[in-house]
């Protein structure tokens, strides 16, 4: 599982590191994995335009984890395409389950 270079546990949740792509045709998260930035990619249906995507991003990662969307923030990358984000309260195991499930789904057709 190379995209566990992404994740990074810490004392009360996951940090996990986004290569997100806005504007998109449709939302797919996660839509693959950058072995060179160790990065998840992501894309966003919403446009970087005051702060859509990024709410568009918390809202959809909380729906993956299945986890309240204020458990959800984004603590670096803000206004880039690379960001990092931390959700409170899951393990890394239910992480890269949750992942490895959605990286093999194919979400070309949304």
């Known amino acids: 599982m190379p995209f566990m270079n992404a ?16 504007g998109s045709k449709y939302t797919c998260i996660p839509s693959g994995y950058n072995h060179w930035r160790k ?21 959809q990662i909380a729906i993956l984890f299945c986890v309240p969307s204020s458990t959800v923030s984004i603590i670096s990358g803000a206004k880039s395409s690379q960001k990092s984000i931390f959700i409170k309260t899951i393990s890394m195991d239910f992480a890269l389950s949750v992942l490895e499930e959605h990286l093999n789904d194919r979400c070309d057709q949304h």
């Open 7 to 22: 994740l990074k546990e810490v004392s009360d949740g996951i940090i996990i590191d986004l290569e997100v792509n806005p």
């Open 39 to 59: 990065r998840i990619e992501v894309k966003l249906s919403q446009t970087a335009q005051k702060g859509k995507a990024n709410e568009q991003l918390i809202e």
